[in-house]
């Protein structure tokens, strides 16, 4: 019975540049000099790293712990000595650093102990976290941690499991290679997650154009007797391969942005990853290697499995790349991003190291203004406006870009790729998204140093209120203290009799220590005698009498004294 197909909205249909690559079956890549493994392979947090410079490592090692549940571990893709844990340049069209782990293989190529799991007798949970452990992520591009997406949801079983076997974007073969050689293992991946999900039925979407991969992967589920499992050709076009898309084709479900798949029933994964949970379920594996393909300015395109931390120099050489070759782009010529440097290494991300050239990718025709065609929204598959998009983004307008969705896009590059006027729009639209995050950033970060300036200044009012209470309860103790009528001795309750005396108030207390410190002070000072005075004149010492005996009057009656009449004045100089 044939199955109703839908259609998305847009989409185009370039070059496909696939046959070159696939005159030739997938090879091995020689050991290189040196790995360079990114601990950060993934969405999520970073790995934390377990092994330090001068460890020895065997094949399959764990050399990255997950760094909560939004994090995948990284292995060790051979055996040897761990020569450095550095930053290293990343494979990003930014040129950035990333935590690495440099190993330097001993050529022996030996595997250390794998852990091993029955996943016809574990539990789903079980499964998901083994996954974890193993890496295992998906490899369509997106690289998102496959134990998270391989949840049924809320119903707890899934309608229908898609497996992504599309491969739309131009020169990238490794999908439809993998499916024409290993299609039985990429099957028993298929049913191990069928049977997490509990899913009623499995489609695996594969383009027309593979008709060698169609044939192999229909004579696989034949072979295997399993019920439930249908391979099917959809029409040729990109982004055929996007997830929403394949979904919308296969299903005619349409998920909003901001919902899951899951909500609907559905979701997809990429026949790579089906592949990888196979080597991980089976035979205890983790994930350290994937098909990558090597096309463009090359002689000889092929396919190759690529350890991951492979130079991609190392790897291109194998494909012999033309003398004028100016470039290396993780990707397909759509969505792919220009490499900083020919060493950096293979990842899980990197479906294809496209070599590119002058002649084979000229320098864009410069950009003219937009004459609001339209053509751009007629081929955009999200159903978007990006030329509303594009005015807001040039003028930093970001929040009326948002407005026009501006999330929603997939950065396929089909508005692009159409656009009569040479306008880079996806760059424009990751500006723009570039600029939203590092606000968000931004804000948070003040948000966060602002709570903290409030609860110090909370802590610290709390802290001087505790004080200030417990001052005043000292206080009370001790008035309360003081206000108490004191007991009698036992040695005065047997020799006197009668009733005990009553307790000086705290102010007559107080006041009998003003009194005997005054005293006291009075005493010191009529003990200190005027100095100076032993050679005075009987007139002087009359005098100086006389001004003690009023201090002392003025101390007693708390009045000053009338001071006595002024002597009349002697003239210096009698004889004057």
Known sequence: ???????????????????????????????????????????????????????????????GGADGNLSSAVHASTSGIVRDVAPAVMPHTSGLTT??????????????????????????????????????????????????KLKPGAGGRLKTLIINGAECEPYITCDDMLMRERPVNMLKGIIA????????????????????????????????????????????CYPAGGAKQLIRVLTGIEVPHG???????????????????????????????????VAGNVDSPRNYEVLLGTPMDHVVRLAVPRPDTDRYIMGGPMMGTRMPSFEVP????????????????????????????????????????????YWFSRSKNFGKAQEYHLFDCIECGCCSYVCPSHIPLVDY???????????????????????????????????????AEKLAAKASATREKLATPGATTPAASKTEEGPTPARPSADDAKRALIEAAMEKARQQKAQVLPKNTEVSSPEIQAEMAAIDARRATTGATGAQAPAPPAEPSQPSNPQA
């Open 193 to 236: 997650m069928r049977h997490m999900l509990q899913a009623e039925e499995v489609l695996i979407g594969i383009e027309d154009n593979k008709p060698e991969a169609i044939a192999a992967v229909r004579g696989a589920i034949t072979a295997s007797g399993e019920s439930g499992i249908e391979a099917i050709a959809i029409p040729t």
């Open 99 to 148: 935590l690495s782990v440099i190993v330097e293989p001993d050529g022996e190529d030996r595997w250390g102990e794998l852990e091993r799991i029955n996943f016809r007798a574990a539990t789903p949970d079980e499964l998901r976290d083994y996954l974890r452990d193993a890496g295992v992520v998906g490899l369509g591009g997106a690289v998102f941690p496959s134990h998270l």
């Open 429 to 467: 639209f990751r500006f723009s998204k570039g600029e939203i995050w590092a606000r968000e950033r931004e804000k948070e970060a003040a948000d966060t140093a602002r709570e903290r300036f409030e609860f110090k200044n909370l802590r610290q009012e709390r802290e001087k209120q505790e004080k």
């Open 346 to 389: 293979v990842v899980k991300a990197a479906n294809c190291i496209l070599v590119g050239s002058p002649s084979l990718f000229p320098p864009p025709p410069p950009e003219m203004p937009c004459i609001r065609c339209g053509e751009c929204a007629k081929a955009c598959p999200a159903d978007l406006a990006p030329f509303e998009m």
């Open 259 to 293: 919902q899951r798949s899951t909500d609907y029933g559905v979701q997809c994964f990429n026949v790579g990853t089906a592949y990888s949970i196979h080597e991980a379920l089976e035979f205890g594996r983790p994930l350290i290697s994937r098909v990558v393909t």
């Open 1 to 63: 019975m044939l199955r109703k197909l839908f259609k998305f909205h847009g989409g185009v249909k370039p070059e496909t540049n696939k046959s070159s690559s696939t005159a030739q079956p997938i090879a091995s890549v020689p050991l290189p000099d040196r790995l360079v493994i990114p601990l950060h392979q993934s969405v999520g947090g970073h790995p934390r790293p377990l092994v330090k410079p001068g460890d020895k490592v065997f094949k399959g090692q764990r050399i």
